[in-house]
């Protein structure tokens, strides 16, 4: 028995050649169609004349043999095309019951496949990712939510993969979490955004936290806060927390950044800022920690409340082994003071900044963060707000803690303070 063995990329490939080669040929015979098929005669004699309608009877069979061959040209481009095609398709379904042979043992056992992604959660539904294969496959993503409702969270990976994204929350509710990565290799999923809040005063969701990684792997970032509702005659909504970063792969690879928080809103008090998500550490052996979320600003205010408080900037996460902290977050800046009752219409303080994360063995630590930026006082006289503190540096690796500065120098140092926030 023959095999014929066929790659159907090449046959297509040849396919679009010949189309092209056809494409030309056409072109050309339109382009000597005029000049040949009504050749002029000579002179007025008859020989003249006879020689003229030779020549153009000759072009004028030449065309239509032409149409003749470009005619079956398009049809052998359509057949090899179409067999390309039904190549491809034979290779796909003996790919497809190949491997659903190969996953049924672990589905029936253990509910998931031994190879292959996990489904997406529907948009909408806050569903869940599916988990990726026990042996390959990324986990899916996290369906987003309606409102009101939750992201779902996003599917682990097996041994290899990556995990799914977190979906994002409905409004005023949380973002999902990242999937855990492979545990032998594969990034953490990014959590989900929190959703904005909606209707007068309601708050932001949180972000999701992000995936943790395996052994091999980085963390997945944090979700945003959502931002809160403005509002009239009630406080605004505050804004959601940041999610925290996922933490790195145990054996290498870096710690997840955490989420910013979301901006408190308008109202007659001012929302609050949320605060940021704390870095992802790099836990193993070798990785650098997540930089910290950034604080949320805090919401003005339209009376005499006060307003709202800015949010924090989180913590950077701390190295591995060997690796360097996170930075800390920015605080958020203040909110604004309100336009009546004068000089009680003072602006918000901003946030302070986060502190940066300790390397653990060999590393610098991490800066820190910067204080936010006071609020403007309000019209008629009202004072500006006072700048965050700025954050504390992370404290370098413990290594040069015994020695002197040469090893300082080699292996790390602490990171720097954050500066103070500017006064409104």
């Known amino acids: 028995m023959s095999f014929v063995s066929v790659a159907p990329e090449i046959v297509v490939a040849a396919a679009t050649d010949l189309a092209g080669i056809g494409s030309a040929i056409s072109a050309a015979n339109a382009a000597a169609a005029a000049p040949t098929t009504a050749v002029l005669a000579a002179g007025a004699d008859e020989v003249s004349a006879a020689i003229a309608a030779l020549f153009s009877g000759h072009a004028q069979a030449y065309q239509a043999l032409s149409a003749q061959a470009a005619a079956f040209h398009q049809q052998f481009v359509q057949t090899l095309a179409g067999g390309a095609g039904a190549y491809a398709a034979a290779e796909a379904q003996v790919e497809q019951q190949l491997l659903a042979a190969i996953n049924a043992p672990t589905q029936a056992l253990l509910g998931h496949p031994l190879i292959g992604n996990g489904a997406d959660g529907a948009p909408g539904t806050g569903q869940a990712g599916g988990a990726g294969g026990i042996l390959y496959g990324n986990g899916g993503n996290g369906g987003s939510g309606a409102a009101g409702q939750a992201g779902g969270a996003g599917g682990p990976a097996g041994l290899i993969g990556h995990g799914g994204s977190g979906g994002a929350g409905g409004s005023g509710a949380a973002g999902g979490a990242g999937g855990h990565g492979g545990w032998l290799w594969g990034n953490g ?29 980085a963390g997945g970032g944090g979700g945003n806060g959502g931002n809160g509702a403005d509002a009239n005659i009630v406080s605004g909504g505050d804004g959601g927390l940041g999610g925290a970063g996922g933490g790195g792969g145990w054996l290498y690879g870096d710690g997840g950044a955490g989420g910013h928080g979301g901006q408190g809103a308008i109202g007659l008090g001012g929302g609050a800022g949320g605060d940021g998500g704390q870095g992802g550490a790099g836990r193993g052996l070798w990785g650098t920690g997540g930089a910290g979320g950034h604080g949320g600003q805090g919401g003005g205010t339209g009376g005499p409340p006060l307003p709202g408080q800015a949010g924090m900037g989180a913590a950077g996460g701390a190295g591995g082994l060997i690796g360097n902290g996170g930075a800390g977050g920015d605080g958020g800046p203040g909110g604004q003071g309100g336009q009546a009752f004068g000089a009680n219409n003072i602006g918000g303080t901003g946030g302070a900044g986060g502190n940066g994360g300790p390397a653990i063995l060999s590393g610098n630590g991490g800066n820190g963060g910067a204080g936010g930026a006071g609020g403007a006082g309000g019209a008629g006289g009202g004072a500006g707000g006072v700048g965050g503190a700025g954050g504390a540096p992370g404290t370098g690796g413990t290594l040069q803690a015994a020695v002197s500065g040469l090893v300082t120098a080699l292996f790390g140092a602490p990171g720097q303070p954050g500066d103070t926030g500017q006064p409104g």
């Not at 959590?191 to 395996?214: D, E, P, Q, R, W």
């Open 189 to 217: 999923g990014v959590g989900g955004s929190g959703g904005a809040g909606v209707g007068a005063g309601v708050a932001g969701g949180h972000g999701g936290a992000g995936g943790a990684a395996g052994l091999w792997g």
